[in-house]
């Protein structure tokens, strides 16, 4: 097994292992080894069908179920979530994907997030493999959170270190006029949780910037305004270029990312080319974040660890 870095301070190409196949424990400790160290690994040209991704995840934790899916997703594998670009709000609710996009959207930092952060318990890692995508386009980016909380300033850092924030399902979306049945659908199915600004991480005990454009709505103990200057000087420390790697898919391609320790910005540059993006993901169940000063995180609404 080769583990070559591709950007400084997170991304790794993984060469050498087949993942639809035997992986002996010294193979899975590089991996879950390279994973802690660069936050994301990338695989290329693997053979994974549905029931190898399950294998493969389970290798390092215990894969989710998922009880809603879209109908793009395999029968009979409630581990697997198939992504198809266009498909998961086209004529639903009264609008087309497009719009949805751009009442989601509306600021530039809005589209990163970590996979379903206003649980209680995010999922610990995502693996997503690629089965048809675009000729150019398409390309997804992470960010290093550790990396993004290390480069802040020791006085910045203390005042982070104690804060907490509200991470709540489709904040800053912008409903329609008049009678809107996307946002009575967010209010009647709303989870939300209150996270440790700044995580422990769990396994490695590095200090993480535990924050993201998609689910933050407000920093406690703190005015409005002061919440939301904090937010986007945050963020964009969080996104800074010097944190980030971007990674251009082919078929057969598998992203292996730490969920507690990146955010991540899914493609927007492809929605009007027309090609075929399909991708499909496992998660792998996570923890209750804790926070440096020992306290965990705290369900709002609509959110039970374990229960999915």
Avoid at 59 to 76: D, E
Wanted: charged share 25%; proline share 6%.
């Amino acid at each position: 097994m080769d583990v070559a870095p591709v950007a400084g301070h997170i991304g790794a190409e993984i060469h050498g292992v087949d993942l639809a196949g035997e992986l002996d424990a010294e193979t899975v400790r590089g991996i879950r080894e390279a994973l802690l160290r660069w936050k994301v690994v990338f695989f290329r040209e693997q053979k994974l069908d549905h029931a190898g991704h399950v294998s493969f995840a389970r290798r390092f934790g215990n894969p989710v179920a998922l009880r809603k899916r879209g109908s793009a997703s395999p029968a009979g594998f409630p581990e697997v979530e198939t992504t198809a670009d266009r498909l998961e709000l086209g004529g639903r609710f009264g609008m087309e994907h497009d719009e949805w996009l751009q009442r989601r959207r509306h600021t530039l930092l809005r589209g990163w997030h970590c996979d379903h952060g206003a649980r209680i318990d995010p999922p610990a890692a995502t693996i997503l493999r690629a089965e048809t995508v675009p000729p150019y386009g398409g390309d997804t980016t992470w960010s290093n959170l550790a990396a993004a909380y290390a480069g802040l300033s020791e006085p910045v850092r203390r005042l982070v270190d104690g804060l907490r924030a509200e991470h709540r399902l489709g904040v800053g979306y912008q409903p329609r006029a008049g009678d809107d049945a996307y946002l009575r659908h967010l209010l009647d199915h709303q989870v939300a949780s209150v996270h440790p600004l700044v995580r422990v991480h769990p396994e490695s005990g590095e200090r993480v910037l535990y924050i993201n454009g998609y689910y933050v709505e407000q920093i406690q103990d703190v005015s409005r305004a002061e919440s939301r200057a904090l937010l986007d000087l945050l963020l964009e420390q969080a996104v800074r270029p010097e944190y980030t790697v971007r990674f251009r898919w082919e078929p057969g391609s598998v992203a292996f990312w730490d969920n507690r320790a990146t955010i991540h910005l899914a493609p927007g540059d492809n929605a009007h080319l027309g090609f075929p993006r399909t991708m499909h993901r496992v998660m792998l169940a996570g923890e209750v974040p804790v926070g440096v000063d020992g306290r965990k995180s705290e369900g709002v609404t609509g959110t039970e660890a374990g229960r999915w």
